[in-house]
Structure formats: structure tokens, C-alpha cells
């Protein structure tokens, strides 16, 4: 990694099973950003805890999702592709940012809300203070910009608030007020069954998302049977979620504007068009998937790439 680019950072937590979701929203965006940057993507390790998680099952699915983030696309020669727990930096500035962030603030906070309701026997203070252990990720690298789904511009708004009190504070710059990057199209993917609630990788309904490693045979059939809505036009409209969402799938992974494909299956009814949506997200995912299998038969050189940008990380 040089020093000469700005320094992008993202992360996901080696939660579930990744989702098209999390590509579209985060991953693809990694991709496409990677050689104008200088880019740390995290497996957020420490924030998976949030939640309890079997240990050997959690170093697992670190590795499973670091090969995943290279099947995509990520180079794992020119970026840092870092373990959240092996750079010891994150979790010391995580306290020393607590001490400038209001309960207030972490009170409104959506998704500690959410995950509160989901896991209502295990509200520990970790998920409480999860945000600021993410401001500690972004800000301790100087971090300029952020590349994120839309679920998470509120953390991110809390970063940049904390680290602006902070500056004040000490009347220097001494933190940069990253920036995010949430994608014009497809910054939230909903899920096939509930189009009215976001596709997640920790979502108990396995119908509702497509998971990275699902099987082509598998995503065609959860595609055709994704819920859609009345009428048998493809248009987005906000009366339409389920078939705007596979309007915003299919322009992702095809890379076609949403014009471009409502003019093409406008009216050739929902059948057509739910069966091209699968080819093509199939089309993305065939040679994906090999790229991820021909990686899982080395964890030694996952483990070595985990080392090698920990110590530069660090
Ligand atoms: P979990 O269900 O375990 O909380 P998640 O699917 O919400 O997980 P995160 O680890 O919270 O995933 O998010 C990783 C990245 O993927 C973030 O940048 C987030 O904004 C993005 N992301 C998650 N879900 C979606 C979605 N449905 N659409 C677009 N982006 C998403
Ligand atoms: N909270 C994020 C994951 C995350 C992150 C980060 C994203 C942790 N640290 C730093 C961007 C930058 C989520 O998606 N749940």
C-alpha cells in the first residue's frame, strides 16, 4: 500500500452469510473505488461479538469472507484486508472516542434499536457502543472516504460529529471528517419475501435474501419466487417495492440504467422479466463462486494475507 492516495475504509461484520445485499450496497463499490485509493476493508470482528458467536466458527467465517472479498473483485496484493481484532489501535481509540460522544446521540441510533428488539436477552453495552467503535475504524486512519450502504449513514454521521467535538475540543485537526459514499442505485436491497424490510445476512427467513455462495439452481428459484405487487408493469414506483428491488438487483449486477430496463421488459409482464433478473445475477455469480472455492483450498494464504496487512495496519 502507498501513501500517496486518500485512504478509503470500509468493513462488514463476519456475521450470517453474506448477501447480494451486501455487495451491491458495499462490496461492489470496494471494487470499483480500489485503485484511486488507499483502502483498508475490515472484517469486523469485534462488532460481530455484539452478538454471541462460537470462536472457532467466527475465525472460520473471517476466512470465508475474506476469500469472498477477493472473489469479488478485491485485490489482496494493492489493499489492506485486515482483521478488526488485530490492530489493537481500533479498540484503544474506540474508549478514548466514548469520552466524547453523547448518550444522546447514541440513543437515537436506528440500528442499536433494532438489534436491541432482535436480541432482547443480550442488549450489552457493546451493541450500545458499537457506533463509536466504528468512528475509532475510520478516523485512526485519516480515513477520507467511506463507502457504506444506506443503513449505515447514520453511523457515519456520528463519526464525523465526534470527531468535528473532538477537534473542537482541542482546537487541531486531529481527526479527518471522512466522507461517505452510499450508491445511487441499489444502497438498499430488500428482501424478496418482505420487499418492505432490507435484505440481511442475518435474516431468519432464508427465502428473503441471496446469499453469495447460494447455489445458481437456488437464486433462480427465490428470484421467481420473490414476492412482487399488483399489475403486471416493471416500472419503479414506491407502490411497486418488489419489483423496483429487482429492478435495482438487476441494473447493479448488469450495470444497465433503470430507464434502460424498464423500457425493455415495460410490458412484457412479470415472468420475462423475474427469469433475465436471474440469469443475469447467476451470470455474476457462476464465476464468483469459483474464484471463492479455488481460495478456500488454501487457508494459509488467507491467514498470511490477514497477517501481513495486520502488521501494516498496525
Ligand atoms: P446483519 O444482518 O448481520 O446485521 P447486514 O446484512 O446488515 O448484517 P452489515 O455487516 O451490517 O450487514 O453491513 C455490511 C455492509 O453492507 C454495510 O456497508 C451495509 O450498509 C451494506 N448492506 C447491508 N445490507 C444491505 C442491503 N440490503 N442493501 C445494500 N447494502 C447493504
Ligand atoms: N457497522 C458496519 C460495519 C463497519 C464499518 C466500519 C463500515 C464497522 N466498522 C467502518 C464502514 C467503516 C455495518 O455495516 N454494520
Known sequence: MSTSKPVLLSGIQPSGQLTLGNYIGAIRNWVDLQADYDCIFLLVDLHAITVRQDPAVLRQRCRDFLSLYIACGIDPEKNLLCAQSHVAGHSQLAWILDCYTMVGELNRMTQFKDKSAKHADNINAGLYNYPVLMAADILIYDTQLVPVGNDQKQHLELARDVAQRFNFAHKEEVFRIPEPFIPPVGARIMGLQNPEAKMSKSDDNEGNGIYLL??????????????????????????KPGVTNLLNI???VTG???EDLEADYGDSGYGRFKGDVADAVVAFMEPMQARYRALQDDPAYLDGILARSAEQAN
Open 214 to 239: 447460494d447455489e445458481p439452481k437456488k437464486i433462480a428459484k427465490k428470484i421467481k419466487r420473490a414476492v412482487t405487487d399488483s399489475g403486471s408493469e416493471v416500472r419503479a414506483a414506491d407502490d
Open 250 to 252: 438487476m441494473a447493479a
Open 256 to 258: 444497465r440504467s433503470i
